[in-house]
């Protein structure tokens, strides 16, 4: 009866994997004060159902772009994004307050709370968008923030609250209508080492767990050592894709590796 199959994993053939979000020759071109940026180019990429993936680069090199772009909170200039086979771009405003609603879970940097909502409440909204029943919801609600380890905080505005407690509710909060996805930007940005560690765990037990995807936009190295995958970017195109078996072999000399790498590229 407990015999569920383990999601498969990234290191697999493509053959047994379960695609959940392609990009398919996504461009995204900026137009600002008669400036253009190319914040991505032609990017193709397939993420795998149950997958930790981590996307990688320097400032402005479009990471939070592709974010917004597999997230559906803006559309490419050119190609397809694709959740569960859907076209996204093909999804009419209603549908895609659905999809956002039902199917994604985000989690941002500076945790994006309603300050004068308790941490209850927080996590029930997105609940009460998807028409779940109120005492359903508090009861997942509670179960939601008990096991994001703040249980107790259930009360509490986010102005009472630590930063990496506001993160924890933030968590709940993605996870409320049982997304498929869960897309983080910079998610440990804004709180201390061992802070941003222990949300970092969080999210891959979570993953593992429960079976969801996650994609995180990060500069935290320490994503590194839990992550299946790490989509690298710089000048908005993907640069290489490393599998974390891969990455192991050096990511205890990773940066004075990524410093030679890079004074060799400039000669
Ligand atoms: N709304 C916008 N209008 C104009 N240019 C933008 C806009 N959003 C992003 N850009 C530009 O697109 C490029 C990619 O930005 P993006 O925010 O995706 O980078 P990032 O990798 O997330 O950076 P960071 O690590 O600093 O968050 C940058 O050159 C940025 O200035
Ligand atoms: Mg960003």
């Given at each position: 009866m407990n015999e569920t199959a383990a999601p498969p994993h990234p290191a697999d053939s493509d053959m047994r994997r379960d695609t959940v979000v392609r990009a398919l020759d996504v461009s995204r071109v900026y137009e600002l004060g008669g400036e253009t940026t190319h914040a991505l180019r032609s990017v193709d990429l397939d993420i795998f159902r149950g997958e930790y993936m981590a996307i990688m680069g320097p400032s402005g090199s479009g990471k939070s772009t592709l974010f917004n772009m597999i997230g559906?909170?803006?559309?490419?200039?050119?190609?397809?994004?694709?959740?569960?086979?859907?076209?996204?771009?093909?999804?009419?405003?209603?549908?895609?307050?659905?999809?956002?609603?039902?199917?994604?879970?985000?989690?941002?940097?500076?945790?994006?709370?309603?300050?004068?909502?308790?941490?209850?409440?927080?996590?029930?909204?997105?609940?009460?968008?998807?028409?779940?029943?109120?005492?359903?919801?508090?009861?997942?609600?509670?179960?939601?923030?008990?096991?994001?380890?703040?249980?107790?905080?259930?009360?509490?505005?986010?102005?009472?609250?630590?930063?990496?407690?506001?993160?924890?509710?933030?968590?709940?909060?993605?996870?409320?209508?049982?997304?498929?996805?869960?897309?983080?930007?910079?998610?440990?940005?804004?709180?201390?080492?061992?802070?941003?560690?222990?949300?970092?765990?969080?999210?891959?037990?979570?993953?593992?767990?429960?079976?969801?995807?996650?994609?995180?936009?990060?500069?935290?190295?320490?994503m590194l050592d839990i992550c299946d995958r790490v989509v690298w970017i710089r000048d908005g195109a993907i640069e290489r894709i490393e599998l974390r078996e891969n990455l192991d072999i050096h990511v205890g000399v990773f940066e004075e590796d990524r410093t030679n790498e890079d004074e060799g590229a400039g000669t």
């Open positions: 559906g909170l803006d559309k490419p200039t050119a190609g397809m994004v694709f959740i569960d086979e859907v076209d996204i771009a093909a999804l009419d405003s209603f549908e895609l307050a659905w999809l956002r609603c039902r199917k994604i879970g985000y989690i941002f940097q500076s945790f994006n709370l309603l300050p004068m909502l308790t941490a209850m409440e927080n996590v029930v909204m997105p609940m009460t968008f998807a028409n779940t029943d109120p005492d359903e919801a508090r009861d997942r609600g509670y179960d939601l923030l008990q096991k994001v380890g703040i249980g107790d905080r259930w009360s509490h505005r986010p102005g009472r609250m630590s930063g990496g407690q506001q993160q924890r509710v933030a968590i709940a909060r993605a996870l409320a209508n049982e997304p498929a996805i869960v897309l983080a930007d910079e998610p440990t940005a804004n709180l201390d080492l061992k802070t941003g560690a222990d949300i970092i765990t969080m999210l891959k037990q979570l993953c593992a767990e429960i079976g969801v995807t996650v994609i995180s936009a990060t500069h935290d190295h320490k």
